[in-house]
């Protein structure tokens, strides 16, 4: 028998790795063999001067490393998987016609070309190279991954010269990093212009800026990593991918948040009902009752803001951007509008060239107004510098205030340089002109014409129902001085203190006196209860006089102005009030300033000139 045909023969069972077996009609592996298993084995047979004849590459990859397109179902299924035809001997001739292969960043090059075999006692004979032969070699030479199994089959059957890759690297395949997606359409905003019906639309005002949302709505959904595909060297050696990046939704939930697991993953849900704020560094989603932006209030970014809620604004507000609401806070410089319904108005910069109303509430500006308008009806307005402003409040305090016009309730004010100002009360440490504009002060004293009214009114009840008092006393003395009725009243005085004691004889002549006096007495008891009732009267006249005096002078003491230090020329006069109607800080910005740069008629002059201190105090009616 040849050696060809002893080649032929199946070696036996226990020569062959564990996870090869070989049959008459193939070689398998076992298909619950490892892969580490199956590589041992096959490196085991090609390092033994073996190879596989007949290989079905694509089985032989996908056993080794996994790579490729999946196995079919049945095949499979099956406890032994077939991947070559017969395991061959690899003689030394044979593998003498395999040149050296090049390796560079991780492709193998080879010179395809024509090839002779060497036989002892024979000149050389041409030969073809073989696939399987092909795979062994490289095997041997250090390639064990990656053949271009179609291309290298197609070069050795065309028998042309080629110089092709026959091999390449695999690279590892990065896996996907773990992410937080949307899962609500109640998270985004609307910059659509707002809608006013009729077909109107607001094109200063975007529909929907600062979204609203009720609790327990999806807002966000964790999609989970999802691991890399590992490559391969040529080598064999495995490439593993780096670890794909893990979140955790924790680090965006903030306040008024809550993590859940719930069918289709972990979701961020909302667990109260508020405005959505995303904090720009943290990037933690928060819900609450305040509106917090950070973006800047301008026609770019919001347009003109009309909330509902509590606002705060991290950004500046630009020219002619208009936020209307309650309490609202900005933390930027302001050179806008800002509307307060209610609540307080606290800008922590500057507020230039804009303005800052509140209805009902405190206006604090931590910075400079410069230029600006700052009212409020019911509230304190605190600057800490203030120039060229218009300025109106229940209460005004500033640090240093120059060029403006200020009405108030009450103002104090540290340095004032060319202002014109009014109150009912004033306290300024410092003060006098700037440049060209005077410093005009004017003490709002009350018009107590109304008080006086009802006091011409009141006193002549008063005197009225004394004459009546008097009239009827007089009247009530004429009759008690006749000589009968004085002389009854007197016994009958003496007979009611026991100081006399009637016989039975004397008591029908007392008896008879008093029939006689009856309808004068009859007439005074009368005239005593008229005169009883004026006097009341008159008391009660006096008391509506009294109440009304003490109403004007409690109006009257309201009036204070104190200048500790002047530094140049002040004038202050008066400026009449009426009591019971609008307060006079109540009004327009251009009414403000037009009537304290403005002397009326009436007005005194209280003091003048650059001597000081002033300390006035209106006089009190008595």
Known sequence: MSDEATALQPPADGELPAAIVQREDGVFFK????ALACLTGVSQIFMSSAFFGGLD????????????????????????????????????????????VKVINGE?????????????????????????????????????????????????????????IVARRLNAVPGRDAAIVEVSQDIHRSNAPKDMGEGRLDLQTFQNRFPQVKPNVKLLRKVPRAPGVRGYELSGLVLEPPLPKDIELAAVAGEGTVIEHLRGGEFLLSAVEGFLSVDPGSKRLSIGPKIISREGVSARTTGNLQLTAEYEEFGDVQEQRVVEGGNITIHGNVFGNIISRGGDIALNKNLMSGSATNADGAIRVRGVASGAV?????????????ESCIISGTRVVIGEASNCEIIAEEVVIKVAEGCAIAARKIEIVHAGPRKQSEMLLYALVPDTAQYDKKLDALRPRVAAAAREAEARKAE??????????????????RVRKREVTLTPEQLPLFQKMAEAVGPALRQVAKISLAMKAAQVQQEQAHEEVNQVLRQKQAMQRGSRCVVELLTGDVLLRTMSFVPGEAPPYDRPPKEVKARVRTAEPGMTVLHSGAVGPINWAPKVDD
Request: proline share 7%; aromatic share 12%.
């Open 374 to 386: 700052l009212q409020t009806r019911h509230g304190e307005i605190a600057l800490s510098r203030a």
């Open 31 to 34: 298909a619950d063999a490892t």
């Open 57 to 100: 590459y694509a089985v032989f990859s996908k056993m080794l490393y996994n790579v490729g397109p999946d196995l079919p179902e049945a095949l499979r299924a099956q406890p032994l998987l077939r991947f070559a035809d017969i395991i061959l001997p690899f003689h030394a001739a044979r593998r003498a016609l395999y040149k050296t």
């Open 108 to 164: 193998a090059e080879y010179y395809f070309e024509q090839v002779f075999m060497e036989l002892p006692g024979l000149p050389p004979q041409p030969a073809r190279l073989n696939f399987d032969e092909f795979v062994a070699d490289m095997w041997a030479k250090g390639i064990r991954f990656g053949i271009d199994a179609p291309a290298v089959r197609d070069v050795i059957a065309s028998g042309r010269l080629a110089r092709i």
């Open 476 to 493: 009530m003395d004429g009759i008690t001085g006749q000589t009968e009725v004085r002389n009854y009243l007197t016994l009958a005085t």
